[in-house]
Nanobody
Framework: QVQLVESGGGLVQAGGSLRLSCAASGRTFSNYAMGWFRQAPGKEREFVAAISCSGGRLYYAASVKGRFTISSDNAKNTGDLQMNSMKPEKTAVYYC?????????????????WGQGTKVPVSS
């Protein structure tokens, strides 16, 4: 497994932007596909976006496509999630996750490494 630590969370206004980062350590990051998930209070964890090991393939949830951008930098062992046009109903804790099978999947069970999460409250 790879160890993951998210950063960049914080209060953002509806319609605003925020960039989350995920720092990886412990294994070769380039061997892992990465995903971002979010969990709103009282709701199940929801897939947001995924990126392949090489960064060449991307996958987005329909609800964020066109507004969010996932990226990774294997040289720096980091991954980012740029979020634009934030919606107030999507206040949540955001998690980055990684899995070694290079799958672009929205299934959280496919990921074997998780960060601790970073809170993103969205004010209306």
């Amino acid at each position: 497994q790879v160890q993951l630590v998210e950063s960049g969370g914080g209060l953002v206004q509806a319609g605003g932007s925020l960039r989350l980062s995920c720092a990886a350590s412990g294994r070769t990051f380039s061997n892992y596909a990465m995903g971002w998930f979010r969990q709103a209070p009282g709701k199940e964890r929801e897939f947001v976006a995924a990126i392949s090991c090489s960064g060449g393939r991307l996958y987005y949830a329909a609800s964020v496509k066109g507004r969010f951008t996932i990226s990774s930098d294997n040289a720096k062992n980091t991954g980012d999630l740029q979020m634009n046009s934030m919606k107030p109903e999507k206040t949540a804790v955001y998690y980055c996750a990684a899995q070694p099978n290079d799958l672009l999947t929205m299934n959280p069970s496919s990921y074997n490494s998780w960060g601790q999460g970073t809170k993103v409250p969205v004010s209306s």
